[in-house]
């Protein structure tokens, strides 16, 4: 039974991987409007900027993940 519930958080493909690599983005990019919100001005935006950076490094690892696994 853990292993079937272990299997459903597992991504194993290229495509699974964009799908949670966009819902990241699309939660960092409401995150950061509300940055903008709270902050205005220069911090607003750096922090803004900074959201969707983090998912550009996350999204890099995780497709590297997956096609490392694809090759073992």
Same mark, same amino acid.
């Given at each position: 039974m853990w292993l079937? /519930?272990?299997? /459903?958080?597992?991504?194993?493909?290229?495509?699974?991987?964009?799908?949670?690599?966009?819902?990241l983005a699309t939660g960092a990019v409401a995150r950061g409007v509300h940055y903008l919100d709270l902050y205005p001005g220069? @911090? @607003?935006?750096?922090?803004f900027a900074v959201c969707p950076l983090s998912v550009f490094m996350v999204g890099g690892i995780l497709i590297d993940t997956v096609e490392q696994r694809r090759h073992e």
């Open positions: 079937r /519930l272990k299997r /459903l958080f597992t991504i194993t493909t290229k495509f699974e991987a964009f799908l949670v690599i966009y819902a220069f @911090g @607003g935006w750096l922090l």
